[in-house]
């Protein structure tokens, strides 16, 4: 039987409620742009959360104020296996309009933590920081080393945190698991009990900007005028109605079959000709998440074009999130791309992309069997090996050939329709049973693994 939390669980996640708070409080917000982020600010609260004697911690700072740190628990046998807990400091931008409060306030409101960051994943770095300084306090002495990492730069492309410390400390973080965001709870019909969804795969980026040109003229003369906004905005009506070709095998048969749905919705998402029909029964999250597991998606996201409102454009600009599926690379995105616009395809010109292919870890690992047997002792469910749609700081490790995974349960206090709305949207937050719950995962999952 794996060791629980002791008695005083109110006391800890009171302590993790706090040390969220502060974090989110800290602003650490990432735009895209190289002084953005200011992950110094979320570095020096956790450093200063985690000290104490004999602890050693070491920061990383490639660009001014984008600052990663790194705490080791070396084990007491090298030959032992390793584990790395890990997670990201920054956070997307929050335009508080539409917000029902402060998204950077960290307000505690029935028994919930409002604020930017707060699910995705300042949540899993507060709780991850709350039992590595408990285990030390505890005076636990693992048999293979224990790493922690807060990494900057996650909500870009990770180029300041997690690529630059593969690329350039690698033997700080280097480890034989990692774990990292995040889990998911279901919230469908399944048969054979409940279900946690894990994941051991990521959809890849492969960001592109296009340019259209035309003619400049007057603007109070448009009849037949070589229009390059208009053309630009054909291209994202035609991105916004095409539809990939599905791939409803490989690792999404085995993920339906795996969750053990009800028979109807199980032939209903593995099927071509039922699956649009099938998933616009489903909660709308729900559905928007399965849509984006199944093909390559393109989403026409930012359109620059113009220079004066009397004046016909001779040039716009279009920036596309393209996320793939694994086999879909470059000469995949390009043909997709040039069925999806038609004879418009010549009408663009392709001025940056930036590939960046989809990663999966095994299932079939001695951490991941941990982590099946911790999760259905905290929560009563199996897990289901899953993927995601958006990038994590997995792919870095495991192109080092190290297994990495997103690791992490929610409880069922918000509604799990609400939940999908809140990553990178309004009023994000995260009730305090699930910092309990991701406090015991943690905590069972490394004494488990490391004892």
Not at 224 to 231: G, I, Q, T
Not at 356 to 375: H, K, L, Q, Y
Request: aromatic share 6%; hydrophobic share 40%.
């Amino acid at each position: 039987m794996l060791p629980r939390l002791g008695s005083d669980m109110v006391t800890t996640v009171d302590e993790t409620t706090e040390l969220l708070q502060q974090l989110i409080r800290n602003r650490c917000v990432n735009d895209g742009t190289p002084d953005s982020g200011g992950e110094v600010r979320n570095a020096e609260t956790l450093a200063a959360y985690l000290a104490g004697p004999g602890v050693e911690i070491e920061r990383y700072e490639p660009h001014p104020g984008r600052s990663s740190l790194v705490l080791r628990v070396e084990g007491r046998d090298r030959r032992a296996p390793s584990l790395l807990l890990m997670g990201h400091t920054d956070v997307v931008p929050a335009d508080p309009t539409g917000w029902q409060r402060d998204p950077f306030g960290g307000e505690l409101v029935a028994g919930e933590v409002w604020g930017r960051g707060a699910l995705d994943m300042l949540c899993m770095t507060a709780t991850m920081a709350v039992v590595i300084k408990r285990l030390l306090a505890g005076g636990f002495r693992p048999n293979g080393t224990l790493i922690f990492a807060g990494v900057a730069d996650e909500e870009s492309r990770g180029t300041y945190g997690a690529s630059w410390l593969t690329q350039h400390a690698w033997d700080a973080v280097r480890a034989d698991a990692v774990l990292t965001e995040s889990g998911r709870r279901n919230s469908l019909p399944t048969l054979g009990g409940p279900k946690a969804i894990m994941n051991v795969a990521e959809k890849g980026s492969h960001w592109m900007t296009l340019r259209t040109n035309g003619t400049p003229g007057h603007g109070s003369a448009p009849y037949k005028a070589d229009n390059a906004l208009a053309k630009a905005a054909d291209v994202v009506r035609r991105l916004v109605t095409y539809k990939p070709p599905l791939h409803l095998d490989g690792q999404w048969r085995a993920f339906v079959e795996g969750m053990q749905f009800v028979p109807e919705l199980s032939a209903g998402l593995l099927s071509a000709d039922r699956f649009y029909e099938t998933i616009d029964a489903l909660p709308p999250g729900v559905a928007k998440g399965f849509d984006a597991l199944v093909h390559t998606t393109f989403s026409p996201n930012v359109l620059h074009g113009g220079m004066k409102a009397n004046i016909i454009p001779d040039s716009a600009t279009l920036q596309i999130d393209i996320r793939t599926l694994p086999g879909d690379e470059t000469p995949q995105v390009h043909a997709m791309l040039r069925e999806a616009l038609g004879e418009l395809w010549n009408e663009v010109e392709i001025i940056e992309e930036n590939p960046d292919p989809a990663s999966a870890s095994s299932p079939d690992t001695p951490i991941f069997r941990v982590m099946c047997e911790v999760t259905k002792k905290v929560t009563g469910a199996d897990v289901v090996p899953g993927s995601t749609g958006g990038l994590t700081d997995c792919r870095f490790f495991r192109r080092k050939g190290m297994p990495a995974y997103g690791y992490s349960v929610l409880s069922a206090k918000i509604p799990i329709a609400e939940l999908a709305t809140m990553f990178h949207g309004r009023n994000e937050r995260i009730d305090q049973e699930s910092l309990r719950l991701m406090l015991e995962l943690y905590e069972q999952t490394v004494r488990a693994y490391l004892s």
